[in-house]
């Protein structure tokens, strides 16, 4: 007889060679299942009434018997939805070109005494800080 080398893999069968989790599972899809069954035959005919109680079954089924990773199906489902709609999304790193424009990209650099005041000296305007963020923006998308 093999004998696994990680025993904790290992899953105790109960009954049918099913694990108490499938047994759960498929005796609870059978309890909605067939009785929608029986219910369903008269209305919608025989087949129909077939594919309506395997579609109420088949994600029972699916519960029972998927596992990925060790986990079961909804643990898979839950970490798939965490990681796409609640919680952020990827960040990316993103620098500050300060050569940008000396490649010809954006308006000349003015020089420092130009700002100060020097002999050609521009007015500074003050910038308030909504306009800073949009110069900001501009130049980013401007890359």
């Known amino acids: 007889m093999n004998v696994p ?20 599972c498929f005796g609870g899809g059978g309890l909605v299942g067939v009785p929608a069954y029986l219910l369903a035959r008269g209305p919608v005919g025989s087949t ?10 088949l994600p029972a089924f699916l519960m029972a018997m998927y ?24 960040r990316p790193y993103r620098t500050q070109n300060i050569y940008a424009p000396f490649a010809g990209k954006e308006e000349p650099v003015k020089l420092v005494t130009e700002i100060l005041g020097g002999p050609q000296a521009e007015t500074v305007k003050e910038v308030s800080a909504s306009e800073h963020t949009d110069q900001k923006r501009r130049t980013r998308k401007g890359r």
């Open 5 to 24: 080398n990680d025993l904790s893999r290992v899953k105790t069968k109960l009954a049918f060679n099913l694990t108490k989790r499938q047994l759960i």
């Open 48 to 57: 129909g009434a077939m594919f309506l109680m395997l579609g109420i079954m």
């Open 67 to 90: 596992e990925k990773d060790g986990l079961p199906f909804e643990k898979v489902v839950r970490n798939i939805i965490r990681a796409r709609f609640l919680r952020p999304g990827p």
